[in-house]
């Protein structure tokens, strides 16, 4: 790998830490001022919320200059967005600011891989960026929990600074004025990140014009034979990941009474699984493997269902483990293959964007679908229940969609996947 590839690891790994462990923070926010139910499971949709309405311009912003220097302006959103729910912003607003900025880093996070790498180590490098994202997630999650738990808080409270009056009285106020602090440490590795050389896209003079631009970018991939089924796949994968967040949270608190620092390790738990299922698909798939994955995505979707039945913390730990691992193990070939193709149609910003206003579009439609039957009276295990069963049958509708490409295809299906395994030995 290139030198500059492990500055870009450094920088998705401190940004994406702190918006795990600001999820943690908002959310015991939101509990102790006895927020609704559905305010809670709203938070992760919110932080999805920009990544749709603003999919089609993020990705011809992150192309119009240095990525690094996308990624920075990003991480000031994110401080942005921190600092406002510390000065005592509503929870939900606030965290969608800082999917604000998430959604302008992602397609310059993703898309400087394939600028600054050949195809042949897209794999790998997605496996790498996908563990470490993930190894984020797991400390993330655990450090948010701590922030704001009986333990470190009083701690970090105990600081006096001579001379300097914060007006930091609570562990949720101390939590969030950190993470402010690991946001600038990754925008610091931001000012580190080279440049690819790659030519720059200006932004056209009516930002109007990107709109169509973008439909047909997206209406592009929807129509690849190979686009379609790995953008389905993916887009599904995420949507999974991103609920399973509050998913476990709510399911920790009733079947086994964890409060919010108790059951931030579970869903560390899961992370550990889909990191360990990242890294061994980087090292044993290749572009060309993903679509025979699918049949992990049903599953998933059917193992989430058996989670309502689980009332044990000996036997859920390694239950969410085997959980993590399928979803890790499928994404990361199918995360490859979409990026592939959709670098070789239009482009890797571009590519990018529209793959992030599906996958952010779906965790928006689920977390909306869970919030609503949360809000409606539906209990926990019944909201868990539909959502498995969701999952699974989605799942298996991708799995018989490209069965019949390959029937009614397999000439240009095949033809694709030549042309992904050419690049994979000889990009």
Known sequence: MKRGFYTIMAAQFFSSLADNALLLAALALLRAGKAPEWQQAALVPMFALFYVVLAPFVGAFSDSMPKGRVMLISNFIKITGCLLMLFGMHPLLSYALVGLGAAVYSPAKYGILTELLPASQLVKANGWIEGLTIASIILGVLLGGQLVGPTLSPMLLSIDLPLITTGI??????????????????????????????????????????????????????????????????????????????????????????????ASALQGVVAIGMAVGAVVASMRMRLEDGPRMITLGIVMGLLIILLIFIDNVWVAAPFLILLGALGGF?????????????????????????????????????????????????????????????IAGCMWLIKRWHSNNCLHHRAEVEHLLQIARHDNLHG
């Open 169 to 262: 009285d609570t562990a949720h106020e101390c939590a969030i004025a950190a993470l402010t602090f690991v946001y600038l440490l990754a925008a610091w590795f931001n000012t580190h990140i080279p440049s690819t050389g790659v030519e720059m896209r200006p932004l056209p003079k009516q930002i109007t014009s990107l709109l169509p631009d973008f439909w047909t970018c997206n209406a592009r991939l929807w129509r690849d034979k190979l686009g379609q089924i790995s953008l389905a796949a993916t887009t599904l994968i995420w949507g999974v990941a991103g609920n399973l967040r509050f998913i476990v949270l709510a399911w920790a608190a009733v079947a086994l009474g964890f409060s919010v620092t108790q």
């Open 330 to 390: 499928l994404v990361v070939p199918m995360n490859a293959l979409l990026q592939h193709r959709g670098h070789n149609l239009m482009g890797a910003g571009r590519s990018i964007a529209v793959q992030n206003f599906n996958e952010q579009a779906c965790i928006l439609a689920l977390g909306a679908t869970y919030s609503l039957s949360t809000g409606l009276g539906l209990p926990t295990f019944g909201a868990i229940t539909a959502f498995g069963v969701l």
